[in-house]
């Protein structure tokens, strides 16, 4: 449905991606990698806002620059900076952007409405948006890229600011909505995307390191993975010797969770890889900020 052929892009002298192939069919993918890494860049080509330097992305087989109008008729998009109108309500925000987007005034009215019971917004649809929570805005983000019911969906880094509860709202909406659709949403806290996505793409020095479901990706460091009890005293020497995945207290020991690549030792229990874990692993050498 939507393919990116051998795309590289270079700002000036800078390469910010090189060589990215990717395949989308219905589901939910989940754009994964550290500060830097080029989600959004990726995302604004695949959204026509920048132009690859090389290389094409295709919808249905057509090279969406070509389609043009027609691509952007399918096209619905969150970015990451998100500009919405404080003073407004969500109805007349939904409103003011179908008109922008060309829809006819019924057709809109009836639209949004559908939209804001979908969001579960329709009991605060008159209510100005200044005392929103993150969670609220965003679902207002998400109804206004939904407006013209686009087949392929991007959300720019969505999760940022939700609350828990916040966040099992979004993977619920968002697995209703991949039903039909490519849902493509970038993040780089990782426990955001590891119940929602059905494949994950990791992108690591330009380009694409994996692109697979979780499971597989898991196994990438499978056998690999321990937990064991240590002394305080000991955690600086451990830490120089493996790669500590986290850490925890625990009856006046520290419980490491770490990866090891020898052989195992008598008090070590190996455990299953979690994305978490593999994020680590893999971006291991990067600043990483690190949520839960
Ligand atoms: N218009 C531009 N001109 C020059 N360099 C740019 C431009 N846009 C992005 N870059 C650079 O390209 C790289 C990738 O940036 P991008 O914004 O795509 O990263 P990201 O993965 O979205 O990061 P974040 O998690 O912080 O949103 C960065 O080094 C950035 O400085
Ligand atoms: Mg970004």
Redesign the pocket.
Known sequence: MLVINNVSKE??N?C??RNINLEFTNGVYGLL????????????MITTL?FPTKGEILYNGIDIVKLDGKYRDRLGYLP?EFGYYKSYSPKQYLLYISALKGLVRHKAKNRVGELLKLVGLENVENKKMRKFSGGMIQRVGIAQAMLNDPKVLIL??PTAGLDPKERVRFRNLLAELSRDRVVIL?T?IVSDIESIANEIIM?KDKTVLYKDSIKNICKIIQGRVYETEIDFDDAQNFRKEYLSLSEKQENGKLVVRFISEQSIENNWKSVSPNIEDVFLYVYNDENLVQES
Do not use: C, V
Not at 33 to 44: C, E, R, S, Y
């Open positions: 700002f000036g800078f910010a991606l990698g550290p500060n830097g890494a080029g989600k959004t860049t990726l995302i604004k920048i990451q720019d880094e970038s780089h992108i």
